[in-house]
């Protein structure tokens, strides 16, 4: 009979007699065996998912929105609009839901360009960005739509900004980004290089997935 198995018959009482024996020697000398198994890592932030979208002026512009944020994760950085995915949602519909409530703008074009990984050891939060790209519905004037501050209590405002210029944005400068975007540009430099040299998203779309 091997020594790990308990007896099945009478036969093996002496047998049993010393596997109990190595049981409770084994459970003296370690405990820990009779607890639970502790996951790993326990105390830290499960990842979540988030969505930034890039919301250009218009198809043919390589204009997009930024906004200044406040609160308490990533405040003073400067990020594009966004939040987290909801239960149920689809990535363009998150991207929808956001930029309509942040910035009230309708969007349409909507589509995914990539995804990055960010952990912020700072505040233990670990964060999935989906990064999507659209175009901001015009006014019905036909002049350029200007986006709104609807959630003053997390944005300080928004302004139309270029990759070229966004890629100055530094802690040292004054202006710093949102660390997601600091991971997009770490993390996709090819397609980075085309966000810097396109007009429009239209034309983005041979490199993005």
């Given at each position: 009979?091997?020594?790990?198995?308990?007896?099945?018959?009478?036969?093996?009482?002496?047998?049993?007699?010393?596997?109990?024996?190595?049981?409770?020697?084994?459970?003296?000398?370690?405990?820990?065996?009779?607890?639970?198994?502790?996951?790993?890592?326990?105390?830290?932030?499960?990842?979540?998912?988030?969505?930034?979208?890039?919301?250009?002026?218009?198809?043919?512009?390589?204009?997009?929105?930024?906004?200044?944020?406040?609160?308490?994760?990533?405040?003073?950085?400067?990020?594009?609009?966004?939040?987290?995915?909801?239960?149920?949602?689809?990535?363009?519909?998150?991207?929808?839901?956001?930029?309509?409530?942040?910035?009230?703008?309708?969007?349409?074009?909507?589509?995914?360009l990539t995804a990055t990984n960010s952990v912020?050891?700072?505040?233990?939060?670990?964060?999935?960005?989906?990064?999507?790209?659209?175009?901001?519905?015009?006014?019905?004037?036909?002049?350029?739509?200007?986006?709104?501050?609807?959630?003053?209590?997390?944005?300080?405002?928004?302004?139309?900004?270029?990759?070229?210029?966004?890629?100055?944005?530094?802690?040292?400068?004054?202006?710093?980004?949102?660390?997601?975007?600091?991971?997009?540009?770490?993390?996709?430099?090819?397609?980075?290089?085309?966000?810097?040299?396109?007009?429009?998203?239209?034309?983005?779309?041979?490199?993005?997935?």
């Open positions: 009979m091997d020594r790990g198995s308990p007896p099945t018959s009478a036969s093996g009482t002496a047998r049993g007699k010393l596997w109990v024996h190595d049981l409770y020697a084994a459970i003296f000398l370690n405990p820990s065996i009779l607890r639970p198994a502790r996951r790993r890592h326990s105390s830290m932030a499960v990842p979540r998912i988030g969505v930034g979208v890039f919301v250009f002026a218009s198809r043919t512009s390589n204009r997009y929105l930024l906004g200044k944020r406040l609160g308490s994760h990533g405040a003073g950085t400067f990020a594009l609009p966004g939040g987290h995915l909801e239960f149920g949602e689809s990535f363009e519909q998150c991207a929808t839901r956001e930029v309509e409530e942040e910035t009230g703008l309708a969007i349409t074009d909507v589509r995914f912020f050891h700072e505040t233990t939060k670990h964060y999935v960005t989906i990064f999507m790209t659209a175009v901001a519905r015009s006014a019905d004037d036909g002049l350029e739509p200007e986006p709104k501050v609807m959630e003053p209590d997390k944005c300080e405002g928004w302004s139309w900004s270029i990759f070229s210029d966004m890629r100055k944005m530094t802690a040292a400068t004054g202006a710093e980004l949102f660390k997601p975007l600091y991971s997009l540009m770490e993390q996709r430099t090819e397609l980075c290089k085309l966000l810097e040299s396109v007009s429009g998203p239209p034309g983005l779309f041979p490199a993005a997935q």
